[in-house]
């Protein structure tokens, strides 16, 4: 039997206790300057395995719905009315430091909602690490789509630049399935929506009436006042199940894929 190190080796082969004591103390020694060389490696795997623990676990095969949006529109509120999910609530603009996992029980099926750090107004080289979090999700989940727009004035960015993030947005991930809703909507005055003559034209007439009113067919809601929430877990319950739908169907173009190769 070959010996796996010289150190164990020699110690096997003394001839009396303090012999051995000796040489297991050589052994040691030499263990101690490897770590000390080396121990950075060691503490990076060990922080490595503590990220990994603290994040959340997702079922591909369970219909997801990820809440999307600017920072501070509300989605934290909603995603505590929705599901099992307690994300920390603040009354100052504050934003999702990661990625919240929920669970939304409805009609005895379960589904799984993420929370995600907010999105600013700006081009995907300037982003930070959270606001790329959330596009990785999106990219990379098979998850349907809550968008929250706040029109209040409350969260800290402009109806008119949450337009564009939301333009934006919806045209990069037009495959997913899709609900928008209006938070905080009894802050909203009720006035019509009018247009003056330089308005006319199609990018300025969605604008002034995403000011107002939010995108078309959106939902408005209140968790405040509870405006809306039981037409909100009606739709997202709709949303989901198409969800689980998309899903079994990928999947089985999956399997029929692999049995014809």
Same mark, same amino acid.
């Given at each position: 039997? +070959?010996?796996?190190?010289?150190?164990?080796?020699? =110690?096997?082969?003394? %001839?009396?206790? +303090?012999?051995?004591?000796?040489?297991?103390? @050589?052994? %040691?020694?030499?263990?101690? @300057?490897?770590?000390?060389? #080396?121990?950075?490696?060691?503490?990076?795997?060990?922080?490595?395995?503590?990220?990994?623990?603290?994040?959340?676990? /997702?079922?591909?095969?369970?219909?997801? %719905?990820?809440?999307?949006?600017?920072?501070?529109?509300?989605?934290?509120?909603? /995603?505590?009315?929705?599901?099992?999910?307690?994300?920390? *609530?603040?009354?100052?603009?504050?934003?999702?430091?990661?990625?919240?996992? &929920?669970?939304?029980?409805?009609?005895?099926?379960?589904?799984?909602?993420?929370?995600?750090?907010? *999105?600013?107004?700006?081009?995907?080289? #300037?982003?930070?690490?959270?606001?790329?979090?959330?596009?990785? /999700?999106?990219?990379?989940?098979?998850?349907?789509?809550?968008?929250?727009?706040? =029109?209040?004035?409350?969260?800290?960015?402009?109806?008119?630049?949450? !337009?564009? *993030?939301?333009?934006?947005?919806?045209?990069? !991930?037009?495959?997913?399935?899709?609900?928008?809703?209006?938070?905080?909507?009894?802050?909203?005055?009720?006035?019509?929506?009018?247009?003056?003559?330089? #308005?006319?034209?199609?990018?300025?007439?969605?604008?002034?009436?995403?000011?107002?009113?939010?995108?078309? &067919?959106?939902?408005? /809601?209140?968790?405040?006042?509870?405006?809306?929430?039981?037409?909100?877990?009606?739709?997202?319950?709709? =949303?989901?199940?198409?969800?689980?739908?998309?899903?079994?169907?990928?999947?089985?173009?999956?399997?029929?894929? @692999?049995?014809?190769?």
């Amino acid at each position: 039997m +070959r010996c796996k190190s010289s150190h164990s080796c020699n =110690l096997l082969q003394s %001839l009396s206790k +303090r012999e051995a004591e000796e040489r297991l103390n @050589e052994g %040691l020694t030499r263990v101690e @300057e490897i770590f000390d060389r #080396d121990g950075k490696v060691v503490d990076e795997l060990l922080n490595i395995a503590k990220t990994l623990r603290a994040m959340p676990v /997702v079922d591909l095969e369970t219909p997801t %719905l990820c809440l999307v949006g600017a920072p501070n529109v509300g989605k934290s509120s909603l /995603v505590r009315v929705l599901s099992t999910g307690k994300p920390e *609530i603040c009354n100052y603009p504050f934003t999702t430091r990661g990625i919240l996992m &929920g669970h939304i029980n409805l009609s005895y099926q379960n589904f799984q909602v993420t929370d995600t750090p907010g *999105i600013l107004r700006r081009c995907d080289e #300037d982003r930070n690490n959270l606001e790329k979090l959330t596009l990785a /999700v999106l990219t990379h989940l098979p998850t349907a789509v809550l968008y929250v727009h706040d =029109l209040s004035g409350e969260c800290g960015m402009s109806p008119s630049d949450q !337009f564009v *993030i939301y333009k934006e947005m919806r045209e990069r !991930f037009s495959s997913h399935i899709w609900l928008d809703v209006v938070s905080k909507c009894d802050l909203l005055q009720a006035s019509p929506v009018i247009f003056a003559t330089d #308005d006319c034209n199609v990018d300025n007439f969605e604008l002034v009436r995403y000011r107002k009113m939010g995108p078309d &067919g959106a939902l408005n /809601v209140s968790v405040k006042n509870e405006i809306g929430l039981h037409e909100l877990k009606k739709r997202v319950y709709e =949303l989901l199940i198409s969800q689980a739908e998309r899903i079994k169907n990928q999947k089985s173009k999956e399997e029929e894929l @692999e049995v014809s190769s």
